[in-house]
Nanobody, 122 residues
Framework: QVQLVESGGGLVQPGGSLRLSCAAS????????MGWYRQAPGKQRELVAA???????RYADSVKGRFTISRDNAKNTVYLQMNSLKPEDTAVYYC????????????????WGQGTQVTVSS
C-alpha cells in the first residue's frame, strides 16, 4: 500500500499558475497509476487528471490544455502543473494511487488524504 501527501496549493490570481506535488511512500511507486482529483464546496469530487505507470495521461475536459500531469518515479512523486487558472478551479485537490486504471478514472477509493487547497481569486 502506498501513502500519499499532497502539497503546493495556495492562493493565486486568475490566469496564474501553481504546481501541485504528491509524494508517495511505502510501496513500489512506479507500478501505480496516479490520479489528481478535486472537490469544490457543495460539489462531488471529480477526476482532474490521471497518469498510468507507463505515462499515458487522461484529463477532464475542463482542464485540457491548461493542466499537465507528470510523474518522476525516481522521486516517487506525481505533479500537476496548473496554468491559466480560473476561479472555477478553486477546490481542495487530492491525489490517489492504484494499480487498477478504471478505479483511478472512477475515483473509487475509500480513503483520501488531507488534500491541498487551491484558491483562484483576485
Amino acid at each position: 500500500q502506498v501513502q500519499l501527501v499532497e502539497s503546493g496549493g495556495g492562493l493565486v490570481q486568475p490566469g496564474g499558475s501553481l504546481r501541485l506535488s504528491c509524494a508517495a511512500s511505502g510501496s513500489i511507486f512506479s507500478i501505480y497509476a496516479m490520479g489528481w482529483y478535486r472537490q469544490a464546496p457543495g460539489k462531488q469530487r471529480e477526476l482532474v487528471a490521471a497518469i498510468t505507470s507507463g505515462g499515458t495521461t487522461r484529463y477532464a475536459d475542463s482542464v485540457k490544455g491548461r493542466f499537465t500531469i507528470s510523474r518522476d518515479n525516481a522521486k516517487n512523486t506525481v505533479y500537476l502543473q496548473m496554468n491559466s487558472l480560473k476561479p472555477e478551479d478553486t477546490a481542495v485537490y487530492y491525489c490517489n494511487a492504484d494499480i487498477n486504471w478504471p478505479r483511478i478514472l472512477e475515483a473509487r477509493f475509500s480513503s483520501w488524504g488531507q488534500g491541498t487547497q487551491v484558491t483562484v481569486s483576485s
